[in-house]
């Protein structure tokens, strides 16, 4: 083999293993742009890829926000990082990175020293840089840049490979705004209707769901006793005062014990356990959260007292199926359950003397061994032919 052959051979070798460096480095960055752990971890990984790539001795990666473009990974020479964050640059052309966001377009500076316009007053321990705009469509979001110490043009191929990078970084962003809208979205939801229900709208299986299942739960209903003859006598501001501080009160408990509100209406207030999400001994759950509804509520009742505001609270629990999903109309959707055990849950609850908790025979069965109870008698309730038996709950059993 001649030399030539031989000069030939290292090239395409060097070459191939350039080759495969690249499509290392591209490879890492879609995995840190995948696993979704948060933007930072991908920005840091374009820019020591940019950087090691290019044989650069620094690389640095800001992004543009307020008009100012502001430093947010390093790799390299940290010399001048710190001025960096102290003094975000501006879009104009006394900079490489300010001058890739004015342009919009490559900026590549084979020597700083020789170029007039070049007049950044930070430190500056490099002779020759490259920096490209990262873009967003049409939106400037970022500029990337890499530096060497040594005066010299960067080739078209470490050109091309700072453009890729900066396309990721791009996907980055852009994924990392499309997650930061969908948890804002979810979190805005949440205030409107129960996080269970807004986690289950933005779930996979959410769709399923929504349509329509039959699942076994625990309801529970309450509502205010005498409530009707003080909102004949209030006033709307006090009326509206009581009502705020009486959901708070109940609205706080709530997520505690792993409960979904259904819906408030007035002084009533449904919650129902083990739907969208599985509950643990959810009749156990659902009486915890009546028993801590009426020691809150307590309180409450002495600092209304005090105002003259007489009102107490009855508490109905009852377990069985119901068919759980979306209910509406096009425009304005809730989750609801529907059954005749939410109806003997609503009817026990008007049933409840204040400070008293009622729970059906089926409820009883489930918690007989960790909850005090005394009979409360076969009751005639409104809407079911026959008397129903019922439980009054006394607290919980010692473990």
């Excluded at 820019?47 to 430093?71: D, I, P, Q």
Aim: include cysteine.
């Amino acid at each position: 083999m001649s030399a030539r052959e031989t000069v030939d051979v290292d090239e395409v070798l060097r070459e191939n293993v350039n080759l495969r460096e690249q499509q290392r480095a591209v490879s890492r960055v879609l995995r840190a742009v995948a696993r979704s752990e948060g933007l930072q971890p991908v920005l840091d990984e374009v820019v020591e890829a940019a950087t090691r790539l290019c044989s650069a001795k620094n690389g640095r990666l800001w992004l543009f926000k307020n008009g100012m473009l502001h430093v947010v990974a390093n790799c390299g020479e940290r010399r001048g990082y710190d001025y960096d964050e102290q003094h975000p640059k501006v879009p104009d052309r006394t900079s490489m990175a300010g001058r890739a966001a004015l342009t919009r377009e490559v900026v590549h500076i084979p020597d700083v020293d020789a170029d007039p316009q070049y007049t950044y007053a930070g430190p500056r321990p490099y002779r020759s840089g490259l920096n490209v705009p990262i873009m967003l469509d049409d939106e400037l979001i970022g500029v990337i840049g890499i530096v060497r110490d040594v005066v010299g043009p960067f080739d078209d191929e470490q050109i091309e490979l700072v453009k890729t990078f900066a396309d990721q970084a791009a996907i980055a962003i852009a994924n990392a705004r499309l997650l930061d809208a969908v948890e804002r979205q979810r979190t805005e939801l949440s205030r409107f209707i129960s996080p269970q229900v807004a986690d289950l709208i933005t779930s996979e299986r959410g769709e399923q769901l929504l349509a329509g299942h039959r699942a076994y739960i625990s309801v529970l209903f309450c509502d205010l006793r005498d409530f009707t003859a003080f909102a004949e006598t209030a006033e709307p501001e006090e009326l509206f005062q009581v009502l705020r501080e009486y959901h708070g009160t109940l609205g706080d408990l709530i997520p505690n014990y792993n409960g979904t509100l259904e819906h408030f209406a007035g002084d009533g207030l449904m919650v129902f356990f083990n739907d969208p999400v599985s509950v643990e001994d959810h009749e156990l759950q659902a009486i915890r959260l009546a028993l801590a509804a009426q020691s809150c509520f307590s309180d409450r009742a002495t600092a209304w007292r005090k105002r003259g505001i007489e009102l107490g609270l009855g508490i109905g629990i009852a377990a069985g199926y119901a068919t759980l999903g979306r209910i509406g109309f096009e425009g304005r959707y809730d989750y609801g359950a529907l059954g005749p055990v939410t109806n003997l849950a609503s009817r026990l609850s008007s049933q409840a003397q204040p400070g008293q908790i009622l729970i059906s025979q089926r409820t009883f069965a489930a918690v007989e061994d960790d909850v005090e109870v005394e009979p409360a008698g076969e009751l005639e309730l409104k809407g079911f032919s026959r008397p129903v038996g019922a439980y009054e709950v006394r607290g919980l059993r010692a473990s």
